[in-house]
């Protein structure tokens, strides 16, 4: 059996691990099973994502920005990968600039180098739209939204549980839920069953987000596709997002993973959302991988 030598980049921003290929002087031949193979932690590298460098598709952006989860399928966003996209692409020579402009599957990202070493993504503006989510609530009823805030929760029947939850997309859809204490939270459980909610036909990323005060959460997310990770960029967004909409938190808040620290704005209506946080590369490689999977 024939194989391909791939040469690849680890890097991680606050856990959240990614392969990173460079594919801006030709595409590699992978397939669905390849992406697999490279994010296993056992038979290929490891990581949560597998994240593609390749040209500009059109005028006007810089690089093109593909998304694999470690299951193989392509996904529109990812927050911590488009931190380590930028540190990437800077340290590798591609690009002079400190700000890019990248195209995804959600639309155009902007992230920046900031001079003390972080990468602010600019995650555009949270979408509420439910069909845009998309989100498909045939069946059920909305909670009234709450005297504090201007936004309702979803309850979402988990077989003996019923789990209220805030619907929204950050190019990619996210159901919130408040929890006491995130530690505590049923994560491995009910994550999965959120994920494959029937009401959400693209899956969902399911966030459990804990309040500690109005400037500060700790949360933890599993993500569609790859499960339980140690951070979540869009994640961490959505969740602000959903807290300032049900009126617990404010514009700006530090949101604690169990990966470490993210600094997310938002001022609400149209505006866009800012993250700002670490991006680190881990090790550089090379993995031989067979033709054919």
């Not at 003996?160 to 459980?189: C, F, K, R, Y």
């Not at 994920?195 to 109005?214: C, M, S, T, W």
């Not at 938190?249 to 604690?256: C, E, G, M, R």
Request: with cysteine.
């Amino acid at each position: 059996m024939r194989a391909m030598l791939i040469p690849f980049t680890k890097m991680q921003g606050a856990g959240n691990d990614f392969v990173v290929l460079d594919e801006t002087r030709g595409r590699l031949p992978l397939t669905p099973a390849h992406y697999r193979r490279l994010a296993d932690r056992h038979f290929g590298v490891g990581a949560d994502q597998v994240l593609s460098v390749r040209p500009a598709p059109a005028p006007g952006v810089d690089f093109e920005y593909v998304i694999h989860n470690a299951d193989g399928g392509e996904v529109e966003q990812c927050g911590n990968g488009a931190r380590c996209f930028v540190r990437f692409v800077c340290e590798q020579g591609l690009s002079d600039k400190r700000r890019l402009r990248v195209q995804t599957l959600s639309g155009v990202m902007e992230p920046r180098l900031t001079d003390d070493g972080r990468v602010t993504v600019d995650m555009g503006a949270p979408v509420f739209d439910l069909p845009r989510v998309p989100f498909e609530p045939a069946g059920l009823a909305p909670e009234p939204a709450g005297p504090q805030g201007d936004w309702q929760r979803w309850p979402l029947p988990l077989g003996a549980a019923t789990v209220p939850v805030v619907v929204l997309s950050m190019g990619n859809p996210h159901a919130v839920q408040i929890v006491g204490d995130v530690d505590a939270a049923l994560v491995a459980e009910l994550g999965p069953r959120i994920e494959r909610h029937p009401a959400f036909p693209k899956r969902v990323n399911a966030g459990f987000l804990q309040i500690v005060d109005r400037r500060t959460v700790r949360l933890r997310v599993y993500e569609r596709g790859a499960g339980e990770t140690l951070a979540c960029g869009t994640g961490a967004c959505a969740a602000v997002a959903a807290g300032i909409r049900l009126g617990l938190l404010d514009a700006t808040v530090d949101v604690h993973t169990r990966g470490g620290l993210l600094a997310i704005s938002w001022a609400g209506g149209d505006a866009r959302v800012s993250m700002t946080g670490p991006a680190v590369t881990v090790f550089h490689g090379q993995i031989e991988l067979p033709d054919t999977l």
